[in-house]
């Protein structure tokens, strides 16, 4: 079956960098784009960032742009987010997700996700 | 503010039906196909509906999708304890090449 499992999350200081990986399995992962979302404490959802099956394109939320990029390797199944200049707004979990590769880009598998804390 | 608009609760009594609207300018729902998620507490989020009134394998024909005009929405019939948690609607924006999330239902079963 799918399974996507996040690390990296932890307590970082404003204005630091911190990179969070995705484990994917269960699914051809070079066959399928791949999906950032988190969520902020008390908040909803909110879309980060979509990277393409072959990492060709990359799509980024405005409030990201610039600080945080996306990569892959299909060689391991994995997925990668670094983020720089972190700021205490991108305090959440993030989660990792499968684009489902029909139709308009959707996330449909999603793993439990990391939490990520910006604060000094 | 989303592009989509939800009620930010709901209720219902075990057995009941509730229904969750998604609303949005018709240039943007009109356009594009919405997709449900469900986000149990301590859960992973779950795909419940997609390309507005299809369900994945596996989930129960208790969840049904719909859209019409500027309005998308989630009927949940025969209501159980379990599905109490927070409810998203969503879409891709193929004009500004992102997802839009609705700001979320939270679903309580009284």
């Known amino acids: 079956q799918v399974q996507l499992v996040e690390s990296g999350g932890g307590v970082v200081q404003p204005g630091r960098s911190l990179r969070l990986s995705c484990a994917a399995s269960g699914f051809t992962f070079s066959s399928h784009g791949m999906h950032w979302v988190r969520q902020a404490p008390g908040k909803g959802l909110e879309w980060v960032v979509l990277i393409w099956y072959d990492g060709t394109k990359k799509y980024y939320a405005d409030s990201v742009k610039g600080r945080f990029t996306i990569s892959r390797d299909n060689s391991k199944s994995m997925l990668y987010l670094q983020m720089n200049s972190l700021r205490a707004e991108d305090t959440a979990v993030y989660f990792c997700?499968?684009?489902?590769?029909?139709?308009?880009?959707?996330?449909?598998?999603w793993g439990r996700g990391t939490l990520v804390t910006v604060s000094s | 503010q989303s592009v989509l608009t939800q009620p930010p609760s709901a209720s219902g009594t075990p057995g009941q039906s509730v229904t969750i609207s998604c609303s949005g300018s018709?240039?943007?729902?009109?356009?594009?196909?919405v997709n449900w998620y469900q986000h149990l507490p301590g859960a992973a989020p779950k795909l419940l509906i997609y390309s507005n009134n299809q369900r994945p394998s596996g989930v129960p024909d208790r969840f049904s999708g719909s859209k019409s005009g500027t309005s998308a929405s989630l009927a949940i019939s025969g209501l159980q304890s379990e599905d109490e948690g927070d409810y998203y609607c969503a879409a891709w924006d193929d004009s500004l090449r992102k997802v839009v999330f609705g700001g979320g239902t939270k679903l309580t079963v009284l």
């Open positions: 997700a499968r684009d489902a590769a029909s139709g308009w880009p959707r996330p449909d598998y």
């Open positions: 018709s240039s943007f729902i009109g356009s594009y196909t």
